[in-house]
């Protein structure tokens, strides 16, 4: 039972365009989200969260959006850069499971020239 | 300061056999998570642990079995290696318990079972 899902596996994008990252999760206990971003032999890299009262949080070119009654956020990120090409993970945490993160399969981003 | 490091970065091992991770979280983190990461799964919690006690555990049959020592560092043990075991198992720690839930990863280890 995938309670995140990322059902883009891929997504290629021009540098300096907007980049935009989907994330579904079914489970209504969800209260934290965030987003992580991974290179190839290395852990993932905690890139921008957001709490289950607020609709959006931005931090630089990083911008996550929660639409709660449709269970869906996204990031954006603008303008693309080479640098930012990365699989990017949506993770939650669901009230009371302390620092349990449940993990969508990921979005493979290619910004490209 | 120093990020969080895990031990061995690559590990092969034939079925049947046990194997022992190590990871020592961020100087002052004292919630240590296991994650296996597999092709297509993403990343799957194993357990975490906090002040040595296991506060949250996985779905994962009891030969995956961990523990964290009085300095944070934990280890993870997989008993009965099967072939489905091959994975990247992440460890990542946290300041505290709650608040942020931010999590900082290590690096990983390379688990192939032959």
């Known amino acids: 039972d995938q309670q995140v899902k990322q059902n883009s596996p891929s997504l290629s994008v021009q540098e300096g365009r907007i980049s935009i990252l989907n994330c579904d999760y079914t489970?209504?206990?969800?209260?934290?989200f965030l987003w992580y971003k991974k290179y190839p032999a290395e852990g993932p890299t905690f890139l921008i969260s957001i709490s289950s009262i607020k609709d959006k949080n931005e931090d630089g070119r990083f911008t996550v959006f929660l639409n709660k009654s449709a269970k869906h956020l996204s990031l954006h990120i603008v303008p693309s850069q080479p640098g930012d090409s990365a699989v990017y993970f949506c993770a939650a945490r669901a009230t009371g499971t302390a620092s349990k993160l449940t993990f969508g399969t990921g979005t493979r981003l290619q910004v490209t020239l | 300061k120093a990020g969080v490091t895990q031990t061995p970065r690559y590990l092969i091992k034939t079925r049947g056999q046990q194997v022992t991770l190590s990871c020592s979280p961020i100087?002052?983190?004292?919630?240590v998570s296991w994650y296996q990461q597999t092709p297509g799964q993403g990343l799957q919690f194993l357990f975490e642990y906090f002040s040595e006690t296991q506060r949250n555990k996985g779905n994962f049959p009891g030969r995956f079995s961990g523990r964290q020592f009085s300095n944070s560092r934990s280890e993870m043990n997989v008993s009965t290696l099967e072939l489905g075991d091959s994975a990247l198992y992440l460890c990542?720690?946290?300041?505290?318990?709650?608040?942020?839930?931010?999590?900082?990863f290590g690096p990983g280890t390379r688990l192939t079972v032959l």
């Open positions: 990542a720690s946290s300041l505290l318990p709650t608040g942020s839930f931010e999590q900082f």
């Open positions: 489970n209504s206990m969800f209260d934290y």
């Open positions: 100087s002052g983190h004292r919630s």
